[in-house]
């Protein structure tokens, strides 16, 4: 279960979590969940592996378990 419900930091309209980017329901505004490393905040790599993603955060040189992670949302586009 995710209990997580992000919110656009446009308007903190309530966001769909299942999609990595997305149009604002109420703004419009394009955002992007990007996966942050939960310990400094940095942007994580992805990892493709056999079937499984991981996240590995350069700055503390170590892996990620995916239930840890958190998501900075981003603003890409204005939906003009
Ligand atoms: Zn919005
Ligand atoms: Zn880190």
């Avoid at 419900?5 to 955002?31: I, N």
């Avoid at 969940?33 to 955060?57: K, M, R, T």
């Amino acid at each position: 279960m995710n209990e997580y419900t992000p919110c656009c930091p446009v308007c903190a309209a309530e966001l769909d979590p299942r999609h990595d980017e997305q149009q604002c329901p109420g703004c419009q505004a394009v955002l992007r969940f990007e996966a942050s490393c939960p310990d400094c905040g940095a942007p994580l790599e992805q990892l493709q592996g056999c079937g499984a993603v991981n996240y590995f955060c350069q700055d503390c040189s170590s892996l990620i378990s995916k239930h840890r992670i958190v998501f900075a949302i981003r603003q890409v586009g204005d939906g003009e």
